[in-house]
């Protein structure tokens, strides 16, 4: 978990954060350095998100009033943590995967909390997976009720379980009637 460190005298001093971390991959650093530079904080990152670190290691360092490190530190480090260990399971389901077969590409899920999608994103791709669909502009769904329905059928190019929808690479024949 995220800690903060601190150096201080007194609460109306300068005041030094370090944000350090278990070994993880590290997502949404820059978010959490953004925080502080809007509490006046002077900021030095250390890493970026994506990259590997090691237990301990510092990833960012922040200089200022005592007032803005606190009021900036704790949404900073639930930021990181939050998204590092995203970031850090899909990463260890990509590497399970690959142990299995090293060219397979793991996608997540394109669900989230509202107004976290950018952030989710940007975890699951630190982590080496990739999301499924971001819109619909890159896949077509065929659900069962498409198929009953006489509408339209499809014969996918891999297999499918019956009844699932299919988001892989298929012949679409469409017998929609104008």
Known sequence: MPRLQTHNQRQTSDLQGRVAW???????????AALFRLCDVKV????SS????????LLLEGMGKAAGVLKAWKVAQTLVEIWSGVANAAHA????????RPSIVVTCTRKNAAGTKSMAIAAIRAGGAVPHRLGLS?????FP????SGAMSFSATSP????????????LKSSIRR
């Open 50 to 57: 994506g990259t590997a670190v090691s237990a301990g290691e």
């Open 138 to 142: 890159e896949t077509i769904l065929v």
């Open 44 to 47: 030095r990152m250390l890493e």
């Open 22 to 32: 278990r070994q993880s991959i590290v997502t949404a650093i820059e978010e959490a």
């Open 160 to 171: 499918s379980r019956r009844g699932a929808a299919v988001s892989t690479l298929f012949k």
């Open 145 to 148: 009720e498409h198929e009953r």
């Open 93 to 100: 389901i990509v590497g399970a995967a690959r142990e299995v």
